[in-house]
């Protein structure tokens, strides 16, 4: 669970300080007009590490002075910029803070220069990687942090005309840009690289500025087209119960300059680009305005680059804003401009909060036995961010890699197998391979595919078997049906077995282990008995009085007395008399002639009479005596079979 701990709670010595204001430096670039000109054309001058001075236009013999938290003078160097002003906050990172430098001013002052530098001059961005590694490294070893570890990410992002495009992997187009429940601004799917060292750093970092806008104007021959901002993101996490989580993020940005499009000279697209940088810088002064004014609505969304400074300005990040500026005369108002937003900047209160989370010791991956974590990976929705490249917030990309990785084919049905083959196919015919659910190493899928085989060949062989079983079994009823119709010279009118109902209707041909069955079997009209199989009860077609014509014709069927013995016939008596007391719904409807109807009338008059006393009381429901008899006779001769 994510938890907020102010600067107050924290006991950091000096860091215990009241909320951070933004911090702001002014960056004077060197002249780079034709020597002759210089002394001219200057309208700017630094007067001391703090302070600064403009002409100002109104009266030129008159100047306007501006104070910052530094201010660096056109002769200072990289080192001097970066250790003055960025240094300081980097430590803030290891405690789960968040700080955030970024560059401003107009086009052509210098911002690229500061932030990136070049291979002899390196800017804040190398130097603050450099050192966050050493200071994690420093931190690591340090005997307070024996039970942590220090993990640095990076992913490095360009809002380019308001979409924000990914640099690492510049297939990520447009991505959002989200805030959680604890009002940390986050841009899921973008991608996240981890730096060991700064040869990793390199590696990501070197190809991904290639991919930035960046286009020749008439005032900068390689001016940025877009605001690109790297972030840096330092996690602390704790080794043993209750395993904390520190996550401080480090925002390095370098904005696009204002442009003036009359001096730009730009055109078609690049004037659309202009258009971009000039709102968004425009709707960052109205942030900054409405901030200082202490207005309840800041007009954040009203652009994608305020929207990702959200943390940085007013939010919860140690913030740093480097001005730069031109001396030249010709920037002169740019300049003006650019230092009244700086001025107003500066008033800006920060409130830095730490950013820490615990995780249960369930959860935590050491706490984790390794069944534990072979279930986690087989879990098919787990996520589980690999070591090296993951994205951030990327539910769809995660989702895909978890389901490749984890689905443990060798343990799945061969049904399922049958099912997610055919998918493949699909996909495979769309064009989408890389979706592919068993894109699982070769050997594997090629077992997969034999042992499924295996089973197919299983389950047809089961099939021929039943149906021999069947065969085999019709072909004994058949034998027997034949050798009982020559010995007792029977007539096809012989009682049909469906007669008895259900218990009875168990008999099944293909069950291989015969049902106990009692064949009931008509006499000849001349009244020969026959024992049945069942000893003590004998079946005998009632004498024919007069042979009755219906009068569609047909005659009638010819009816049967059954002849039992006395003990059999109570005990029957006995059994179908615990049933009609006893017995559930479903038990009374499977007794002979007794349907849903009768059921209900039986269970409704027990419950208000008590048991019957013997099965002839159902006559009070309104069977009458000879319907009893036949029950009787009918359900002794089937609890008897059963
Ligand atoms: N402090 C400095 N020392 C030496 N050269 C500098 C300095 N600052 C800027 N420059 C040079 O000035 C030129 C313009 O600088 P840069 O590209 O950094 O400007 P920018 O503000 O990023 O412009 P844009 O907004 O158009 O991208 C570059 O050639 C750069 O090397």
């Given at each position: ?482 050798s009982n119709s020559s010995d007792c ?31 009931v079997l008509p006499m000849q009209v ?76 039986i269970i409704g008059w027990r419950e ?35």
């Open positions: 669970m994510a938890k907020r701990v102010s600067m107050m709670d924290q006991h950091l010595g000096p860091r215990k300080a009241t909320p951070a204001r933004v911090r702001v430096a002014v960056r004077l670039r060197p002249c780079m007009d034709h020597e002759d000109d210089k002394t001219q054309k200057l309208c700017v001058r630094g007067l001391d590490s703090q302070t600064l001075e403009i002409v100002n236009w109104r009266n030129q013999l008159e100047t306007m002075q501006y104070q910052f938290d530094s201010f660096y003078g056109d002769n200072a160097s990289q080192r001097e910029v970066y250790t003055g002003s960025v240094c300081p906050i980097l430590p803030n990172l290891l405690i789960g803070q968040n700080a955030s430098v970024f560059a401003y001013g107009p086009t052509g002052a210098g911002k690229t220069h500061t932030m990136l530098g070049n291979p002899n001059q390196p800017g804040v961005i190398p130097r603050a990687v450099r050192d966050l590694l050493q200071i994690t490294r420093t931190a690591a070893s340090a005997p307070e942090n024996v039970n942590w570890s220090f993990t640095i990410t990076m992913s490095y992002v360009e809002i380019y005309q308001e979409k924000v495009m990914d640099l690492l992997d510049p297939k990520n187009k447009d991505l959002p840009i989200r805030e959680d429940k604890d009002h940390n601004i986050l841009i899921p799917g973008v991608t996240q690289k981890t730096v060991n060292s700064f040869g990793d750093f390199d590696e990501h970092f070197i190809p991904a500025s290639q991919n930035r806008t960046v286009a020749s104007t008439k005032l900068n021959d390689r001016s940025s087209r877009s605001h690109a901002v790297l972030l840096i993101k330092v996690l602390k996490s704790q080794q043993i119960s209750p395993f904390r989580q520190l996550t401080g993020k480090l925002y390095l940005i370098d904005l696009a300059g204002s442009e003036d499009n009359r001096r730009t000279g730009n055109q078609g697209i690049r004037l659309k680009e202009s258009g971009a940088i000039n709102s968004s810088l425009f709707t960052l002064s109205k942030v900054v305005d409405a901030l200082n004014q202490g207005l309840p609505r800041i007009p954040y969304r009203d652009s994608k680059l305020t929207r990702l400074l959200q943390d940085s300005l007013g939010g919860s990040a140690h913030s740093v804003m480097i001005t730069n500026i031109a001396p030249e005369h010709r920037y002169y108002f740019d300049t003006l401009t650019a230092l009244n937003f700086a001025a107003k900047s500066k008033q800006i209160i920060n409130k830095p909060f730490s950013q820490e989370t615990t995780q249960s010791a369930a959860a935590h991956p050491a706490m984790k036995r390794p069944r534990e974590e072979a279930e986690a990976a087989a879990a098919p929705c787990a996520r589980k961010k690999s070591k090296t490249d993951s994205a951030e917030e990327s539910p769809s990309s995660s989702m895909d890699a978890s389901v490749k990785r984890k689905l443990k084919l060798a343990s799945l049905d061969p049904g399922v197998v049958e099912r997610l083959l055919k998918l493949d196919k699909i996909l495979t015919e769309k064009g989408m391979k890389e979706s592919l659910l068993l894109s699982t190493p070769k050997r594997e899928r090629i077992a997969l595919l034999k042992k499924w085989e295996e089973s197919q060949v299983e389950i047809e062989k089961l099939k021929e078997k039943q149906k021999e079983l069947e065969q085999k079994a019709m072909e004994a009823e058949a034998r027997l049906d034949r010279n029977l007539s096809d009118s012989s009682v049909n077995e469906s007669t008895f109902r259900a218990p009875l209707r168990g008999r099944n041909t293909s069950t291989a282990k015969a049902k106990k069955v009692l064949r001349n009244s020969r008995v026959q024992e049945t199989m069942e000893e003590g009860i004998t079946v005998i077609e009632k004498k024919q009085r007069k042979k009755q014509v219906t009068s569609g014709g047909q005659e009638n069927e010819p009816t049967w007395e059954v002849n039992m013995r006395t003990d059999l016939m109570e005990s029957g008596r006995e059994r179908i008399l615990k049933l009609l007391n006893g017995g559930s719904m479903k038990e009374l409807k499977s007794l002979q002639k007794i349907g849903e109807k009768k059921a209900k009338l208000v009479n008590g048991p019957f006393n013997k099965v002839e009381d159902l006559s009070s429901i309104g069977i009458s005596a000879k319907q009893v008899s036949s029950f009787l006779k009918a359900n002794i001769l089937s609890i008897i079979a059963s």
